[in-house]
């Protein structure tokens, strides 16, 4: 077992604060053992030097601003102590593995991965394409055409193959990759991203770690350039599209209540 995601709490907590049943968040006010959690890790991302990321919050910082969503899960470790596990979506400065937080479900940005010969593969279709397309001659247009039925099986076929790879896991040591977990939520496919989000990070690390959730939230850190509803430090529920089938799945078992 990995424990090193494992992160103590700074100041002491209360028993009268452990919840007995798991807490989800359905509206924007933390546990209060997700809001020390959460603080916490915000305390981290203001004063670490461990990694660069554009949030829109320092003029100094070069590059696209990216604002992102947090997650902190409060659990309980097989000592018996309480802390808490930390991540984030998608991908943080270039990379989706941090020490500080919780590994990603599955390493898609791993080296010599089947994902990254895929698109480099990928990316030599579409530079043929865009030679021929270059060129304008009339005779080249039957090989364009095939090329792009080409790029599109290819696409197709990795990310099936992604998807595949999304194992989830449950309490109850039940296991379904994002294929299962979408159909059984009756949706044709799985959505980009699925799996990325913060909240399944953690559940993941935390049953395969044999440690016991207790609490969860979500916070966004950073400016988005793309929409008004995310607001710096603001807590948000998991969302329902990506989220909602794949924690109906690993929270089976688990009794659970929202705040």
Same mark, same amino acid.
């Given at each position: 077992?990995?424990?090193?995601?494992?992160?103590?709490?700074?100041?002491?907590?209360?028993?009268?604060?452990? @919840?007995?049943?798991?807490?989800?968040?359905?509206?924007?006010?933390?546990?209060?053992?997700?809001?020390?959690?959460?603080?916490?890790?915000?305390?981290?991302?203001?004063?670490?030097?461990?990694?660069?990321?554009?949030?829109?919050?320092?003029?100094?910082?070069?590059?696209?601003?990216?604002?992102?969503?947090?997650?902190?899960?409060?659990?309980?470790?097989?000592?018996?102590?309480?802390?808490?596990?930390?991540?984030?979506?998608?991908?943080?400065?270039?990379?989706?593995?941090?020490?500080?937080?919780?590994?990603?479900?599955?390493?898609?940005?791993?080296?010599?991965?089947?994902?990254?010969?895929?698109?480099?593969?990928?990316?030599?279709?579409?530079?043929?394409?865009?030679?021929?397309?270059?060129?304008?001659?009339?005779?080249?247009?039957?090989?364009?055409?095939?090329?792009?039925?080409?790029?599109?099986?290819?696409?197709?076929?990795?990310?099936?193959?992604?998807?595949?790879?999304?194992?989830?896991?449950?309490?109850?040591?039940?296991?379904?990759?994002?294929?299962?977990?979408?159909?059984?939520?009756?949706?044709?496919?799985? @959505?980009?991203?699925?799996?990325?989000?913060?909240? @399944?990070?953690?559940?993941?690390?935390?049953?395969?770690?044999?440690?016991? @959730?207790?609490?969860?939230?979500?916070?966004?850190?950073?400016?988005?350039?793309?929409?008004?509803?995310?607001?710096?430090?603001?807590?948000?529920?998991?969302?329902?599209?990506?989220?909602?089938?794949?924690?109906?799945?690993?929270?089976?078992?688990?009794?659970?209540?929202?705040?």
């Amino acid at each position: 077992m990995d424990t090193s995601r494992f992160i103590p709490f700074a100041n002491p907590i209360l028993d009268s604060d452990i @919840p007995e049943k798991f807490v989800l968040m359905l509206h924007n006010t933390p546990h209060k053992l997700c809001l020390m959690a959460a603080n916490q890790l915000q305390d981290y991302l203001l004063k670490q030097t461990d990694w660069v990321h554009n949030f829109g919050l320092n003029n100094y910082i070069n590059g696209n601003i990216i604002g992102k969503m947090f997650g902190v899960l409060v659990v309980k470790n097989q000592q018996n102590e309480i802390g808490f596990l930390a991540a984030f979506s998608g991908k943080l400065a270039y990379t989706n593995d941090h020490s500080y937080f919780v590994p990603p479900v599955f390493d898609s940005l791993a080296e010599n991965s089947f994902l990254n010969k895929g698109m480099t593969q990928l990316s030599a279709i579409i530079e043929e394409i865009n030679e021929l397309e270059t060129q304008q001659q009339i005779n080249n247009l039957p090989q364009i055409s095939a090329l792009k039925i080409k790029r599109k099986e290819h696409s197709i076929k990795l990310q099936h193959l992604l998807f595949d790879n999304y194992i989830f896991t449950n309490q109850l040591g039940n296991s379904k990759n994002a294929h299962e977990v979408y159909k059984n939520a009756l949706y044709k496919n799985p @959505p980009a991203g699925g799996g990325e989000c913060a909240t @399944p990070k953690l559940l993941q690390y935390a049953f395969n770690n044999k440690m016991k @959730p207790l609490a969860v939230a979500e916070f966004w850190w950073g400016h988005s350039p793309k929409s008004n509803h995310w607001k710096h430090k603001q807590y948000y529920a998991c969302c329902k599209e990506k989220c909602e089938p794949i924690l109906t799945h690993m929270l089976m078992g688990i009794e659970f209540e929202y705040k």
